[in-house]
């Protein structure tokens, strides 16, 4: 089993619909937990990160994590065609400057 | 502006030769990273660097080279001896701290 694990889509939405992107991991001593947007040809930038378990908000986009699960989420509301790209989850076991865990992304397109 | 730079953006080799990407970051961050994407693939970690003059090997180590002589700064050789070099290679750079990692924009190496 992978430790990380991402559906590749793609997924296709049209403008306004709510997205919902998912991970699922295997190793129980991941505590922070990052999405990141890749354009296409750029580098990821990142979107969201979470220490731990809970919910994280900023503007359309909400972070959740469910450790008891092993399962993470994005959520991005009123989408829009700019939000167009491959989204990728990470994950870490510590702080210390470890390197992270990829998901291998999922590819949203959204229609106007 | 701070950031990550990487160069080139495109770089082409010929079999059998070696080839180093640059790249540099005014963050003043320790830990400097490199990762390798392939279509369809996450990204793998190739080698990482917490401090000056130190870095350990990731996943995918084998054919590649780094060295850190500044912290600003962390080179990768792709050497002659990495079977399947054609990739989109990724510059990361994180501070020790509760922090995670950001991305240069990347460079796409083929071999001819």
């Known amino acids: 089993q992978k430790e990380v694990e991402q559906d590749p889509g793609p997924l296709s939405v049209p403008e306004g619909a709510i997205v919902s992107l998912n991970c699922t991991y295997s190793n129980s001593a991941f505590q922070y937990f990052m999405w990141y947007r890749q354009y296409s040809r750029k580098g990821p930038e990142l979107l969201m990160y979470t220490y731990s378990s809970g919910n994280k908000e900023d503007g359309r986009f909400t972070a959740q994590v469910d450790k008891s699960s092993k399962y993470i989420s994005l959520f991005i509301r009123d989408s829009q065609p700019s939000d167009s790209a491959t989204y990728l989850c990470?994950?870490?076991?510590?702080?210390?400057?470890?390197?992270?865990?990829f998901g291998k992304g999922t590819t949203l397109s959204v229609s106007s | 502006d701070g950031g990550i730079t990487q160069s080139p953006k495109y770089l082409f080799r010929k079999e059998g030769q070696n080839v180093t990407l640059s790249c540099e970051q005014n963050l003043n961050h320790d830990a400097m990273y490199w990762y390798r994407q392939d279509p369809g693939q996450g990204l793998r970690l190739i080698y990482y660097?917490?401090?000056?003059?130190?870095?350990q090997k990731g996943d995918i180590a084998e054919g590649y080279s780094v060295s850190r002589e500044k912290k600003e700064s962390f080179p990768l050789t792709v050497t002659s001896a990495q079977k399947n070099p054609t990739a989109f290679y990724l510059c990361?750079?994180?501070?020790?701290?509760?922090?995670?990692?950001?991305f240069g924009p990347g460079t796409r190496l083929t071999v001819l």
């Open positions: 990361a750079s994180t501070t020790r701290g509760p922090d995670t990692q950001y």
């Open positions: 660097s917490q401090i000056v003059n130190d870095f």
């Open positions: 990470a994950m870490s076991r510590n702080q210390a400057g470890t390197a992270l865990i």
